[in-house]
């Protein structure tokens, strides 16, 4: 019922008129005035009823006079009336009528009762009313009201005290809620107060309004008590205290903050009046030193609990409300209370200090503010990160015991020893956990200073215990281990509270983030900077303080739920900062919860190193260093396990306590939940968590999982049973924590990974050195990581792949083994795993994936090879088919190979090639048939395996016909590649660069096939050389006709002539030591027990192959442009072939050359066999078999017409052209200068004195040579030159001049006695004959060349009498050589000679009146050359000889005169003359005797052909005397003249001298003469001088023989006369009567009057001879003697003889 309604005005009236009933009746006897004033009030009353309609705002006009009565009654001091009376009062104020006068009577009335010490209670009961009802109370009169409280409260008795107390806190906070509501009401109009005047009127408020005027000097007045100054509105006071002005003044500020907010003038009380007077106050506690000297020089006030405690509120008021308008003030409080922690201070100053930190730590916003205004301004105090600091080393403090060196020293009570510690474990918060009979309390333990824990207030909020109690005057005893909990509360609420401030904010950032970026995808989101730097240095400013503690907390926690706590609190800092990116900060509390899980002192270097860096930062805090403490080791905990440490010298055992296991599992939760911020320090946590698994012996298995197992190891791991039942769950969440990687963003997953790797380096540096079991757990973990983030497995695969390499590479056996598995998992793993897009739409993934598999070739370790093929194996088999454009790689992997590497690796990626040639080659892009193509030659040029070598050659040979097979499809994807790469080679501007690039790609992988095969034709083993040129030459012949034609050119050069280089150098620098036996039983025959022989071999294959090249594809090689420099090149190695000093090879190089000579043109093979021959079916060629060019063909795209495009060049006849023969020609010159080079220096003989060895070439060679040119010549006749036949006759020369060796000898030579010739001889013969008849006939101007060849064939004639020196060479003649002996042997060249020389008879014959022959004196050489045997005869080597030479002579001459003749003018025979003479001479007169065995009959013959020679001088050179010059006649003449007359050896005997005499020669001679000496057919004076001449040496001789006679007759006496002399003497006078006939018969002018008288003379010396004793002499003598009668003359006169 309200108090306006009729009722309850009608009931105050009641009750108004009762009350003053009561007092007319009370003061009816004692005090009659008031009786009086009661009385005329009821009336008064009754007649405002009675008026107004408005009773109460009557009432309230009225009111002076109403309440007059009852103040009145106060007046009289009676407690009874007073107390009716303060009643009355109270219900008139209640009712609110009374008016602003009223009011002040009453408060005056009230002084007054309050003086005189009367009904206290109740004054202050009405005071409240009335001040609370409403406002009519103000000014001096609320000052009044205010001070009588005031005065009340200081009063003796307790109860009054205190209701005082209780009304003025009332009273206050009554004026402060007027003000609050007349802002209210005045919210809506604008004021604008003049400034407030500075400080120089305190009392000059006129811009406030009345309530909030009242509210000011009320809190001015207060601050005055306070300080102890006189008040300046509170008028009146006497008496008051501090401790109740500061709590006025606290709840003033902390109820209605917003007053002093909004006015200025509160504002500037509050920073003038409050802050200096709080600082003044504070004073004493500042100085304050415990246990400071009391001989200082002024005693320092003592710190007073209640008004310590009481500013502490003050300020964490002020603080808290009012931070924004006092920051410097704050700074300074903030600082004074970071001083009050410090250790000298009293007990319950720290006690309460901490209390009020800790309520700026429930404040995280405040706290933030701090940081703003001081920490991030550049020259203030870092207040924030001060009051974390010394939180810490208030902590410190506790732990630190001063005297610990005495047993004052707490000692925990009984159950809290170590010996507990398990029961502390479970032993909940606070000390209610009961266990067992044993109750143990949560506390810390650190050095034997054990401190409880106590639950000091709920999470989040600080309830405070020592600023709470304001009763208390005297300090109260802190109990053991408040401050310490407080201070830990503290701290945790410290950090929840930043944390999850920032966590928020960011969150809401991170979605603003998130919003932007899905409205402007295009623009970049651009956060606030402001907000992360204050963050920022929120956490910078606070993270060593709080590490510190933490740490420290940590280590001496033996409860587990503060440990747990302490943890979380690391954790959740941890991962602040890692998502603000603090780096260090971050790894320290890693780094702490790192350090907490292992045991103590591990060495472990990660962290180690990074504690380091952080015990170099102690921070000064007011000249208090915090320290970060190491760890204890003396902590009681319970041990849990024994382990081995990880590291590379063995250190005993570790022990690992519960706590440890509780860190780890908060080091796996940190992982887990915060992995995306760990960044680097992925590293520590990792580290830690390897050496943990290592301690706890938790080795990988299958896919990287770790799984316990330690019992290799041996007893030095000891698990308890609690730990235990722990591991699989530990595994468990290890493998989960790898397997959640997947959650992480990709630049958490890559620190992850780096981490994962430095960890895997460090444990292969510490495996590297011993043989100890290697940690495998970031092994492990890597294969895990990467195989549950497959889908994006492109991002890691580098880093990780890069790394596992590395591994493979650890000298470790067991490292190295997990690197290759792990490795290989992932490989195969990544590509069986279904991405997206799939793989084979992904070419540069699949690439990606299959590269480390390619890099595992570079590891030199077998096992890791033996894993990698294996692993190729594999993922042939299961993903063969799909490799695609991983091909290169897995074939590069395959290839791989070295020499150096074992037998069994080498065998396994055979394996893996025979797999891909049989069963993959249509899978793989056809770009990379060339790779398969190298691969399979490699393993041919291995040479581990020969076995193996020789198999891959077998490949190519099935690669190959895999071309062929497929070749169409193949062309294609070429060349769809080619375009591909033409145009990116454009674009980038560079040229195509693949190998034999110009020839198209199909061509080029033949090339490349052809090179291999060329490789392997010069491997070091003589097997593989072999089957390598064969295949070789095979293929080129089976498919060369796909080639296109320039390919052919790149084949020529590139492929068969490099072939032949090398096989040229490496035969010609093999070595000649013979091979011992081939290992075994194999034994080697003799023709290749030398490298040398071997690669012999190889030479000659090659040489053949390449020359049947030549041969078969002759016209399309023609039909390249530099086919003569081809012809040239091949030329040139079967010359060097042919002159190599080995017989095989010289031999088989000219078999090559006769290969290449022998096609005049090459026949067109008839399409058939050509397609026969690229082992085409029949069926195909049908068509055009008939084929020409212009046919049209059945099937446009058919193979057939490939081949014919192929083929073109060697089914069409080229045009017969100019070009084409000269072009030919050229050919065989080139050929011709080969043929004279190689025959030069083949034939050449050795200069300087023979060495034992030196090499002369065999018969077969040279015959083959020689057998070469017929052929040769074939070519060249047209254009072949004296120069040139004069080269091949200096070869002719040569090569019948070179001897053979004694060993040989049997098998080339006839038996002496046959006059064979032998095979060589027979070539340089024929190829004699084959010049002379194409020079027969050939055009005249051939036939110059008739006397080089009469000439070549003369000095073969030579031979017959003087064999030809090979050099300085001995020869032993055949005969006398011995066959056993290494000699070289002279052969028999009479045979030879004679048939020369038949040759030469022969061609004279038809050539003897050609000009050349004439010119050249080619019959002077002719009978030059005979009279060599003629004139030895019968010392001629051979009997035939001369024999020969004497019918060659007759016939020559008979040839020959007649031309001679024919040309006596021209004077080109006139030196042939004199020879003529010499050689008959020589030979009618010889200087050797005939051999004394000659038979009669044999004798007879010779002397029958001297006399045949003299009959042709008679009749071919004497009857034409006047062509001939004179001193030849003479000569021939005298000879006859010499041959007439009887000369023979003396040797004869006697029996036989009658046949030897040569008795019919020297009759024809001498009728010779004679017949010549008087021919009367004198035509010419040359022929009479020829008789005349004959005739005086007849003369001459026959005078000389008598006179001889004469003489010997004499003296001889009775002997008679040699049978010779007689004989001589006969035929002298038979020549003389046979000379008297003639001259009978003869015209008497035909005689010479000389000639008369020589006859005349002769008479005389007849007549001598008469006395000879010899009949036959007188009757011969008679008959010579009988003819002088028919000149007896007389003589006539003087001058008549004188005339005639």
Avoid at 663 to 685: D, E, F, I, K, P
Avoid at 818 to 843: C, F, M, Q, R, V
Avoid at 1573 to 1585: D, I, L, R, W
Wanted: proline share 6%; with cysteine.
């Amino acid at each position: 019922m309200s108090i306006s309604s009729p009722e309850a005005v009608k009931k105050l009236l009641e009750n108004m008129q009762t009350d003053l009933r009561s007092l007319s009746m009370e003061c009816k006897k004692k005090f009659p005035p008031v009786k009086e004033a009661a009385e005329s009030g009821i009336v008064k009353i009754k007649t405002i009823a009675a008026r107004n309609t408005d009773i109460l705002a009557a009432l309230k006009e009225n009111s002076l006079e109403v309440v007059q009565p009852f103040l009145m009654g106060c007046g009289t001091k009676e407690p009874k009336i007073t107390q009716l009376c303060l009643a009355a009062i109270q219900r008139l104020m209640s009712h609110e009528v009374v008016s602003e006068a009223a009011a002040g009577n009453i408060i005056n009335m009230l002084w007054q009762l309050m003086e005189n010490g009367l009904e206290e209670l109740k004054l202050l009961q009405t005071v409240l009313v009335l001040l609370t009802t409403n406002t009519v109370v103000h000014d001096e009169v609320l000052s009044k009201a205010i001070v009588l409280c005031f005065r009340l409260h200081f009063t003796k008795d307790n109860i009054t005290n205190n209701t005082a107390a209780a009304t003025v806190r009332q009273v206050v906070t009554v004026v402060f809620e007027r003000m609050v509501a007349e802002d209210e009401r005045c919210k809506g109009i604008v004021e604008h107060p003049p400034p407030v005047q500075g400080n120089t009127n305190r009392r000059s408020v006129s811009t406030l309004r009345p309530s909030a005027k009242d509210a000011y000097m009320l809190f001015q007045d207060l601050c005055q008590l306070v300080n102890a100054d006189a008040p300046y509105w509170l008028v009146g006071m006497t008496e008051m205290t501090r401790t109740f002005g500061l709590e006025l003044l606290e709840s003033v500020l902390n109820d209605f903050p917003g007053v002093f907010l909004q006015h200025q003038e509160f504002s500037f009380l509050l920073k003038e009046r409050v802050c200096p007077l709080v600082i003044k106050l504070f004073s004493p506690n500042i100085k304050f030193r415990q246990g400071s000297s009391a001989s200082s020089p002024a005693p320092v006030e003592k710190p007073y609990f209640p008004i310590c405690m009481r500013l502490l509120r003050v300020v964490s008021v002020l603080i808290k409300h009012f931070y924004g308008l006092l920051v410097t003030e704050c700074e300074i409080f903030l600082s004074l209370l970071v001083k009050f922690l410090d250790g000298e201070k009293p007990q319950w100053l720290r006690a309460v200090a901490v209390e009020s930190v800790h309520r700026l730590c429930v404040q995280p916003h405040l706290l933030r503010s701090f940081c703003q205004s001081y920490d991030m301004k550049q020259h203030s105090t870092k207040v924030f990160r001060d009051i974390v600091n010394a939180l810490g080393s208030f902590i410190q403090s506790l732990f630190i015991v001063p005297n610990a060196g005495n047993s004052t020293a707490v000692s925990a009570p009984a159950g809290g020893s170590g010996s507990g510690g398990q029961g502390a474990a479970q032993g909940g918060p606070g000390a209610g956990g009961v266990s067992g009979n044993l109750t143990t309390q949560a506390a810390f333990e650190y050095r034997g200073n054990w401190i409880p824990l106590m639950t000091v207030s709920v999470q989040g909020s600080a309830k405070a215990t020592y600023l709470e109690m304001l009763d208390k005057v005297e300090p109260p005893s802190i109990p053991e281990g408040y401050a310490m909990s407080v201070a830990f509360s503290a701290l945790l609420d410290l950090v929840r509270g930043i944390t999850s401030m920032i966590e928020r904010e960011l969150a809401v950032e991170e979605e603003a983030a998130a919003e932007f970026r899905d409205t402007h995808p295009d623009q970049q989101w651009q956060p606030q900077p402001g907000v992360h730097l204050v963050w920022e240095e929120m956490v910078s400013a606070c993270w060593c303080g709080l590490l510190a503690a933490l740490s420290l907390l940590l280590d001496a926690s033996t409860d587990e739920t503060a440990t747990e706590n302490i943890l979380k609190a690391e954790l959740t800092m941890a991962s602040l900062c890692g998502r603000l990116g603090l780096v260090t900060p971050r790894d320290a509390f890693i780094t702490a919860i790192c350090k907490a899980s292992l045991p103590p002192h591990y060495a472990l270097t990660v962290l180690s190193s990074n504690a380091a860096n952080l015990s170099g930062k102690a921070y000064s805090i007011q000249g208090q260093s915090v320290q970060i403490i190491s760890p204890s080791s003396e902590s009681h905990q319970q041990v849990v396990a024994v382990g081995q440490p990880l590291t590379s010298q063995p250190q005993g055992t570790v022990v690992l306590t519960a706590k440890n296991i509780q860190c780890m599992r908060t080091l796996l939760n940190l992982a887990h939940c915060h992995g995306a911020v760990l960044g680097t320090s992925w590293q520590l946590v990792l580290a830690t968590l390897q050496h943990l698994v290592w301690i706890l012996g938790l080795k990988p298995g299958l896919g990287g999982a770790l799984k316990p197992g330690r019992a290799v190891e041996g007893p030095s791991t000891v698990l308890t049973t609690a730990v235990m039942t722990d591991l699989p769950v530990i595994s468990n969440i290890l493998s989960r924590l790898f397997e959640s990687s997947q959650y992480l963003d990709d630049v958490s997953l890559h620190h992850l990974i780096n981490a994962l790797c430095s960890l895997s380096l460090e444990a292969m540096e510490m495996a590297s050195g011993n043989n100890k079991e290697p940690s495998l757990f970031a092994v492990a973990k890597l294969l895990e990581t990467g195989l549950v983030n497959m889908d994006r497995i492109e991002i890691l695969w580098r880093p990780l792949t890069g790394h596992l390499l590395e591994v493979c590479q650890h000298p470790n056996s067991r490292m190295r083994e997990w690197g290759a598995e792990a490795l290989t998992a992932l490989i195969k793993a990544s590509l069986a795993y279904k991405h997206d897009p799939p793989l084979a739409e992904n070419p540069r993934l699949q690439l990606l994936l299959l590269n480390p598999l390619k890099e595992l070739s570079n590891v030199l370790h077998a096992d890791i090879r033996q894993k990698q093929l294996e692993s190729v194996l594999q993922i042939l088999q299961s993903q063969g088919d799909s490799l695609g454009p991983g091909w290169p790689l897995v074939l590069g992997v395959i290839g791989a190979i070295r020499n150096d590497q074992g037998e069994s690796l080498i065998r396994t990626a055979f394996q893996c090639l025979q797999l891909v040639v049989t069963d993959f080659l249509p899978a793989m892009p056809c770009t990379c048939l060339q790779i398969v193509v190298d691969v399979a030659g490699s393993f041919g040029l291995q040479n581990q395996e020969l076995n193996i070598s020789l198999t891959s050659i077998g490949l190519l040979w099935n690669i190959s016909d895999y071309f062929f097979q497929r070749g169409e499809a193949i062309i294609q994807e070429l060349e769809r590649e080619e375009e591909a790469l033409q145009k990116q080679a454009q674009e980038k501007g560079e040229t195509l660069n693949r190998p034999f690039h110009p020839a198209p790609p199909f061509d080029c992988l033949w090339l490349c096939l052809y090179a291999k095969l060329g490789e392997m034709c010069v491997d070091p083993r003589p097997a593989v050389r072999k089957s390598a040129g064969q295949t070789l030459f095979s293929t080129i012949a089976a498919h060369g006709t796909l080639l296109q034609q320039p390919t052919w050119h790149i084949v020529v050069w590139k492929v068969l002539f490099q072939l032949l280089g090398c096989v040229r150098t490496s035969s010609t620098t093999a070595d000649k030591e013979k091979i011992e036996s081939g290992g075994g039983n194999i034994l080697i025959h003799h023709s290749r027990d030398t490298a040398e022989k071997q690669w012999a071999e190889t030479w000659v294959l090659t040489l053949a192959g390449v020359a049947r090249i030549f041969n078969t594809r002759r016209y399309l090689l023609q039909q390249l442009g530099d086919f003569f420099e081809a012809w040239e090149v091949l030329l040139n190695h079967i010359q060097s072939a042919a002159l190599s000093k080995n017989n095989e090879v010289s031999l088989a190089a000219l078999k090559s050359f006769q290969e290449i000579l022998q096609i005049v043109t090459p026949v067109r093979d008839s399409a058939g066999d050509t397609f026969a021959a690229m082992g085409v079916p029949p069926v195909l060629i049908d068509p055009f078999s008939a084929s020409g060019p212009g046919r049209p063909l059945v099937r446009s795209d058919s193979l057939v017409e490939r081949l014919t495009r192929y083929n073109g060049a060697e089914l069409q006849a080229p045009p017969p052209g100019e070009e084409s023969a000269l072009e030919d020609s050229a050919l065989w010159w080139s050929a011709w200068n080969t043929w004279y080079r190689t025959g030069t220096d083949s034939t050449r003989p050795p200069s300087g004195p023979t060495e034992k060895f030196s090499f002369i070439p065999s018969q077969p060679f040279l015959t083959a040579l020689i057998q070469i040119f017929p052929a040769l010549y074939q070519h060249i006749k047209a254009n072949f030159s004296m120069e040139d036949l004069k080269k091949l006759g200096v070869i002719l020369h040569g090569a019948v001049s070179v001897p053979i060796s004694s060993d040989a000898s049997p098998f080339i030579l006839p038996s002496y006695t046959e006059a064979v010739l032998t095979s060589l001889q027979e070539a340089v013969l024929t190829a004699l004959d084959v010049l002379q008849k194409a020079i027969c006939v050939g055009p005249e101007n051939l036939q110059i060349m008739y006397p080089a060849i009469f000439e070549q064939l003369l000095l073969f004639v030579e031979f017959s009498c003087k064999p030809p020196q090979y050099g300085r060479m001995e020869t032993k003649h055949v005969a006398n050589a011995k066959y056993n002996q290494a000699e070289w042997v002279a052969l028999n060249y009479v045979p030879f000679a004679e048939r020369s020389l038949e040759v030469v008879l022969d061609l004279y014959h038809k050539t003897a009146c050609h000009k050349a022959v004439i010119n050249e004196k080619v019959l002077q050489n002719i009978i030059k050359t005979l009279r060599m045997p003629l004139g030895l005869k019968y010392s001629c080597p051979s009997e035939s000889t001369w024999k020969l030479a004497v019918s060659s002579l007759l016939k020559v001459l008979s040839i020959g005169l007649p031309v001679a003749r024919q040309h006596a003018l021209s004077g080109k025979f006139d030196t042939m003359w004199p020879e003529l003479a010499n050689a008959f001479e020589d030979f009618l007169f010889t200087k050797s005797t005939p051999p004394d065995n000659m038979s009669i009959q044999e004798f007879q013959k010779n002397e029958a052909v001297d006399v045949e020679v003299v009959q042709l001088i008679s009749t071919e050179i004497l009857p034409f005397a006047n062509f001939i010059p004179k001193d030849f006649v003479g000569q021939i003449m005298t000879m006859l003249n010499r041959g007439s007359i009887h000369s023979q050896s003396a040797s004869f005997t006697e029996a036989e001298i009658d046949v030897r005499m040569r008795e019919d020669f020297s009759k024809v001679c001498f009728e010779t003469l004679l017949q010549f000496s008087f021919s009367n057919k004198v035509s010419t004076p040359q022929e009479g001088y020829i008789s005349r001449m004959a005739l005086s040496v007849l003369l001459k001789r026959s005078q000389d023989v008598l006179r001889r006679y004469v003489e010997d007759e004499r003296l001889s006496g009775r002997c008679p006369l040699p049978r010779q002399q007689v004989t001589e003497i006969i035929f002298v006078l038979k020549a003389i009567s046979t000379l008297m006939d003639s001259l009978k018969k003869t015209q008497p002018e035909n005689v010479d009057g000389n000639t008369w008288a020589q006859v005349i003379a002769l008479y005389p010396t007849l007549v001598e001879c008469i006395t000879c004793s010899s009949p036959e002499v007188s009757s011969a003598l008679k008959e010579a003697l009988g003819p002088f009668k028919d000149f007896m003359q007389p003589p006539v006169s003087r001058v008549q003889n004188g005339e005639s």
